[in-house]
């Protein structure tokens, strides 16, 4: 696979060097075949990216890399709730997901803190 830092080695973003990309993108980085350690992708919002797309996402780059995100407050006011149910219905063990819902980011503020 193509490292997504070789194509991007200046670019900083976040928690060292951390890049989270859009799922709006996703077929760009599986055409590239671009990954990277430090590649992670938020799932909102919730209108805008499909079941099916997150579910691509896991399979390219793995559960530990898709971060939990709502646009809260943007959208509708239950985007939060909705996110959530979203999550909770993917046929994923409950392990991966509680690491979407929140311990993938504690994970990486932990890291950015230590």
Same mark, same amino acid.
Not at 23 to 49: A, C, H, V
Not at 64 to 80: Q, V
Not at 101 to 112: A, D, V
């Given at each position: 696979?193509?490292?997504?830092?070789?194509?991007?080695?200046?670019?900083?973003?976040?928690?060292?060097?951390?890049? @989270?990309?859009?799922?709006?993108? /996703?077929?760009?980085?599986?055409?590239?075949?671009?990954?990277? !350690? #430090? =590649?992670?992708?938020? +799932?909102?919002?919730?209108?805008?990216?499909?079941?099916?797309?997150?579910?691509?996402?896991?399979?390219? @780059?793995?559960?530990?890399?898709? /971060?939990?995100?709502?646009?809260?407050?943007?959208?509708?006011? !239950? #985007? =939060?709730?909705?996110? +959530?149910?979203?999550?909770?219905?993917?046929?994923?063990?409950?392990?991966?997901?509680?690491?979407?819902?929140?311990?993938?980011?504690?994970? /990486?503020?932990?890291?950015?803190?230590?």
């Amino acid at each position: 696979m193509k490292s997504w830092n070789i194509k991007q080695k200046n670019l900083k973003l976040g928690l060292r060097y951390l890049s @989270v990309a859009h799922l709006f993108g /996703l077929e760009l980085f599986i055409k590239e075949n671009l990954i990277d !350690d #430090n =590649l992670y992708f938020d +799932i909102s919002p919730l209108q805008l990216i499909s079941t099916k797309r997150l579910i691509e996402a896991i399979n390219y @780059v793995g559960v530990e890399k898709i /971060l939990f995100g709502t646009d809260t407050p943007y959208g509708a006011k !239950d #985007n =939060l709730a909705r996110s +959530i149910t979203r999550i909770n219905k993917l046929h994923l063990s409950d392990s991966d997901k509680k690491m979407i819902l929140g311990m993938n980011i504690k994970r /990486l503020l932990r890291q950015e803190i230590s």
